[in-house]
């Protein structure tokens, strides 16, 4: 619990250092995903509930209300801590009542996806989230970060309920880390990418892309130990050499004394 509160309060100070609490929830749902922390990443979840909630309430806009049930269903599938569970469940009901009566009746819409859900991605779904993609490397070309636009999308993708694009940019922010790390030789990029294709691994049930997820990784790997042996072989190479001229003057002193 000491740990949560730790955390807890390193996210108000981000939260404070940002412009938009939205972007800075999205940077602590991106290191929760990170450092898979599963417990920070509900309750970073559940806090973007909240934060919609406070919204739909002011303005009385449905697509709050949505965003918000969204993402505390979100929450709620990541959840492990019984008392998290309790206190999203209590949020549901209080958002749903809320709801009924500022809005007319109106019941807030969003996806269950239960733990044996075998959705499949259809050829709809794929064109769909291609073409947003499409527009959105477009975008990113007069963007001032990639990982933050990759991020608040997938923040964007969450609150929507799209488990689609939500997938392919999990999977786009891993490609980045990769990326990254070949250029840079960086092995912490590597643990990146191996966290965001795990969490995309998680959150996928289609067996097709569960299979491009797999062979992703396996490139990764396949990467990363490249570099580890290339980094090896540097720091290696020297001290063999020093070890190597020490036998070396070794042999010839001995072989002088007889």
């Known amino acids: ?3 949560l509160a730790n955390k807890l309060q390193k996210l108000e ?7 938009s609490k939205r972007v800075g929830y999205g940077k602590a749902l991106r290191e929760a995903i990170l ?3 599963h417990s920070m990443e509900a309750e970073v979840l559940k806090s973007l509930g909240d934060l919609h909630l406070r919204r739909g309430k002011l303005s009385k806009d449905s ?6 049930a969204a993402l505390y269903a979100a929450a709620l599938l990541r959840c492990t ?3 998290m569970r309790q206190t999203l469940e209590h949020r549901i009901g209080y958002m749903e009542k809320l709801s009924r009566q500022l809005l007319q009746g109106y019941t807030p819409h969003f996806v269950w996806l239960p733990p044996g859900y075998r959705g499949k991605i259809t050829k709809h779904n794929v064109l769909r ?4 993609c499409s527009r959105l490397d477009l975008s990113i070309e007069k963007s001032s970060s990639v990982e933050e636009t990759y991020t608040e999308m997938l923040v964007t993708s969450i609150e929507n309920g799209d488990i689609f694009l939500e ?7 891993g490609d980045l880390y990769l990326e990254k790390g070949k250029k840079t030789a960086n092995l912490s990029q590597f643990s990146k990418a191996a966290a965001m294709y795990g969490k995309a691994l998680t959150r996928c049930q289609d067996t097709d892309t569960k299979q491009t997820l797999h062979h992703r990784v396996l490139y990764m790997v396949k990467i990363w130990h490249a570099v580890i042996m290339r980094r ?3 720091i290696v190479s020297p001290s063999v050499n020093s070890v190597c001229k020490m036998c070396l003057k070794d042999t010839i002193i001995l072989k002088e004394e007889n």
């Open 1 to 3: 619990m000491a740990s």
């Open 13 to 19: 100070l981000l939260l404070k250092s940002q412009h």
């Open 35 to 37: 450092s898979m922390d």
């Open 63 to 68: 697509a709050e209300f949505d965003k918000a």
């Open 81 to 83: 801590d019984p008392d």
């Open 129 to 132: 989230v291609a073409k947003f």
């Open 167 to 173: 997938l392919e940019l999990l999977k786009s922010l």
């Open 232 to 234: 090896v072989s540097i």
